[in-house]
């Protein structure tokens, strides 16, 4: 009777949560995955049965593969940029390896706060050809005829992007860590400094290690977020000029509420959710072997 009632209470606590999960995320993704291989008239409320063919044209569709290229580019510059840069701001404020740290910490957390589409907005404004930045160029260089060309590079323009996205995002990472190496016992480090050890080695071999956990949650925060970006860069350059800029979260945009193409849209999303599922099987598969080498 008392395990029956244990599992009622159980129940009571989660099925609310449960529910509101299916409800909103759960029913979300199934109905999209269905209506993927359909060709959905908007008009007449209508779905006609057309297996792979929305996953044939997307994956046919080279403005696709370039999307998805600049996706992986945000990617790389969240996982082997922010994080790496958050972890190493938070290790400086924490061990005190830097003055007037409480001002220093706001001003990295600072960008964070700020509304998406303002910051987008702004960088916008800066790095356009009669912006901020050009002008700096043009007085370092004392060439009044320079023009900031980049972003009319199709390899090149996702540059700006990244800095961007280091200056607007570290800060959250860096909270977070900050967070979790409070936790850690003090003693611990001074009793490795007691034994002679550097402050490299100490790095290396008690944080590091004990954050293993929270680097892979913030990765695969980071890789989440980055296949979920769509405000920054819409509100920076709709991913233009032509398709330079394009993230699919853009190219999904484009096709399911510009053209009104939600089957193809829906393709689009369903690859963005299995892409995720990937990269976080492949965190979980790394953290779980640097954990058990002890590295």
Same mark, same amino acid.
Do not use: C, H
């Given at each position: /009777?008392?395990?029956?009632?244990?599992?009622?209470?159980?129940?009571?606590?989660?099925?609310?949560?449960?529910?509101?999960?299916?409800?909103?995320?759960?029913?979300?993704?199934?109905?999209?995955?269905?209506?993927?291989?359909?060709?959905?008239?908007?008009?007449?409320?209508?779905?006609?049965?057309?297996?792979?063919?929305?996953?044939?044209?997307?994956?046919?569709?080279?403005?696709?593969?370039?999307?998805?290229?600049?996706?992986?580019?945000?990617?790389?510059?969240?996982?082997?940029?922010?994080?790496?840069?958050?972890?190493?701001?938070?290790?400086?404020?924490?061990?005190?390896?830097?003055?007037?740290?409480?001002?220093?910490?706001? /001003?990295?957390?600072?960008?964070?706060?700020?509304?998406?589409?303002?910051?987008?907005?702004?960088?916008?404004?800066?790095?356009?050809?009669?912006?901020?930045?050009?002008?700096?160029?043009?007085?370092?260089?004392?060439?009044?005829?320079?023009?900031?060309?980049?972003?009319?590079?199709? =390899?090149?323009?996702?540059?700006?992007?990244?800095?961007?996205?280091?200056? /607007?995002?570290?800060?959250?990472?860096?909270?977070?860590?900050?967070?979790?190496? =409070?936790?850690?016992?003090?003693?611990?480090?001074?009793?490795?400094?007691?034994?002679?050890?550097?402050?490299?080695?100490?790095?290396?071999?008690?944080?590091?290690? =004990?954050?293993?956990?929270?680097?892979?949650?913030?990765?695969?925060?980071?890789?989440?977020?980055?296949?979920?970006?769509?405000?920054?860069?819409?509100? /920076?350059?709709?991913?233009?000029?032509?398709?330079?800029?394009?993230?699919?979260?853009?190219?999904?945009?484009?096709?399911?509420?510009?053209?009104?193409?939600?089957?193809?849209?829906?393709?689009?999303?369903?690859?963005?959710?299995?892409?995720?599922?990937?990269?976080?099987?492949?965190?979980?598969?790394?953290?779980?072997?640097?954990?058990?080498?002890?590295?």
């Amino acid at each position: /009777m008392e395990k029956y009632k244990k599992t009622l209470i159980y129940l009571v606590f989660v099925l609310p949560a449960l529910a509101v999960y299916l409800l909103i995320i759960a029913v979300p993704i199934i109905s999209s995955i269905g209506l993927s291989f359909t060709d959905y008239n908007i008009y007449k409320n209508t779905a006609i049965w057309t297996g792979f063919v929305n996953y044939i044209k997307i994956l046919t569709d080279p403005v696709f593969w370039f999307s998805m290229r600049n996706n992986l580019i945000v990617i790389l510059v969240s996982v082997f940029g922010q994080i790496p840069l958050g972890f190493g701001l938070a290790y400086l404020i924490y061990r005190k390896l830097v003055k007037r740290s409480g001002f220093f910490q706001a /001003m990295v957390f600072l960008p964070t706060v700020i509304s998406t589409i303002i910051i987008g907005i702004l960088w916008s404004k800066m790095i356009s050809p009669i912006g901020v930045i050009p002008g700096i160029i043009q007085n370092i260089t004392n060439n009044p005829n320079y023009s900031f060309t980049i972003m009319n590079s199709k =390899q090149l323009a996702m540059i700006p992007i990244g800095f961007v996205l280091l200056w /607007m995002y570290t800060g959250t990472y860096l909270i977070i860590f900050m967070a979790n190496l =409070q936790n850690i016992d003090p003693n611990i480090i001074e009793a490795a400094q007691i034994d002679g050890a550097t402050e490299g080695q100490i790095f290396r071999r008690i944080i590091v290690p =004990q954050l293993y956990g929270v680097i892979a949650l913030t990765a695969i925060l980071a890789i989440s977020g980055s296949l979920r970006s769509f405000d920054l860069l819409f509100a /920076m350059t709709g991913g233009g000029p032509a398709y330079y800029t394009n993230l699919l979260s853009i190219y999904m945009y484009k096709y399911a509420f510009v053209n009104y193409d939600y089957g193809v849209g829906s393709a689009v999303s369903t690859v963005m959710v299995i892409l995720s599922i990937i990269l976080v099987i492949i965190v979980r598969f790394v953290q779980r072997k640097l954990a058990a080498s002890g590295a």
